[in-house]
């Protein structure tokens, strides 16, 4: 399984497409992070969390689960199955249910469930919340914000995406195609443009008063810079 080496038709595209499936699968936890962060204390107190756990914890995860599915292939033989729900299904099956392997099945689903239930919370829907309630405050906030992320996510059937993994890849990837362009707008703009300044008032000032105002509230530029970004990954 280790000393197989890689093939594919492009190595160059498929070694992009794989980042961009990491960056889309990943990005918005790791560009969420701001909405726990600022209840630090101090200045630096989520650097050593962005620099050493959140890389490992990505790398770990992608790891593993190249491992666990390499190995349930030369175990149990067949075609490769990337969903862990149908996966614990054919181990299931293949040691003929098992008192061992229904406990093992039982604990591992248990152990997916709680996993998607924090997710869903800590980054979801209490993230969602938080922001929807900035946008709208009068009238939403974080505990709305969470039910109307709820209804939406229902209402877009995500399960449709995990059908199989060649499609769950590609929408990750798709997302990273959209989310690396604006990420990299905000960042540029931060560091490079603003050097580092930020105005938290004027964040908040929906007139040519604030810096972040620009032509009648709208930065143009912006968005020619992320269709600039965009467009080569789309036409791929």
């Known amino acids: 399984m280790f000393e197989k080496p890689g093939s594919a038709p492009n190595v160059g595209w498929a070694f992009m497409f794989g980042i961009t499936a990491i960056l889309g699968s990943w990005g918005s936890g790791t560009l969420g992070q701001s909405d726990w962060t600022r209840y630090a204390k101090r200045r630096f107190a989520p650097t050593l969390s962005q620099l050493i756990a959140s890389p490992l914890t990505i790398a770990a995860t992608a790891t593993i689960g190249i ?63 938080m922001d929807m309630a900035g946008l709208w405050p009068r009238y939403i906030n974080i505990r709305r914000g969470g039910y109307i992320m709820a209804c939406v996510g229902i209402a877009v059937q995500p ?20 989310m690396a362009p604006a990420t990299g707008i905000m960042l540029a703009d931060y560091h490079i443009v603003r050097k580092h300044k930020l105005k938290i008032g004027d964040l908040y000032s929906g007139d040519s008063s604030s810096i972040y105002w620009f032509d009648d ?20």
Do not use: H
């Open 67 to 129: 491992i666990v599915t390499s190995a349930s292939r030369d175990i149990m033989g067949g075609e490769i199955e990337w969903n862990p729900i149908y996966l614990l299904a054919d181990i299931q099956d293949f040691y003929e249910s098992s008192p061992g392997v229904r406990a093992a099945v039982f604990f591992a689903s248990i152990g997916m469930v709680f996993s998607q239930f924090s997710i869903s919370v800590v980054l979801n829907s209490v993230s969602c919340g």
């Open 159 to 178: 399960w449709q995406l995990l059908s199989t993994a060649e499609k769950f890849l590609s929408v990750l990837s798709g997302f990273g195609v959209f």
């Open 217 to 236: 509230g709208v930065n143009w530029r912006a968005f020619v810079a992320f269709l600039a970004g965009m467009w080569p990954l789309i036409r791929k």
